[in-house]
Nanobody, 123 residues
């Protein structure tokens, strides 16, 4: 059984930084994409960034490119999301997800999900 556990969320002032972690268990993630999504109150879940577990190739949403960095530690089965220059529009629950096979930015195409971690950015 695949489990994804996020951590690292919290309250931060605008301009600050946070690093989220997502630890996976239950299978090897070779050949998978690890993806971060987020969902703000009253809004749909949206793509943030993704990384190919094998090659390390990365995708970013335009809204976070240059501020957020995704990385992974294969030995620890962990993916990270370093978030810098945060602003109130980044406030959301951040979810880690896994997709087998080809890249997709659609939440509907992910196969496994974590429980989410709250990120709140105050102005």
């Amino acid at each position: 059984q695949v489990q994804l556990v996020e951590s690292g969320g919290g309250l931060v002032q605008a301009g600050g930084s946070l690093r989220l972690s997502c630890v996976g268990s239950g299978r090897t993630f070779s050949g998978h994409y690890m993806t971060w999504f987020r969902q703000a109150p009253g809004k749909e879940r949206e793509f943030v960034t993704a990384i190919n577990w094998n090659s390390g190739y990365k995708y970013y949403a335009d809204s976070v490119r240059g501020r957020f960095t995704i990385s992974r530690d294969n030995a620890k089965n962990t993916v990270y999301l370093q978030m810098n220059s945060l602003n109130p529009e980044d406030t959301a629950v951040y979810y880690c997800a896994v997709r087998r096979g080809a890249y997709s930015s659609s939440p509907d195409q992910s196969h496994y999900w974590g429980q989410g971690t709250q990120v709140t950015v105050s102005s």
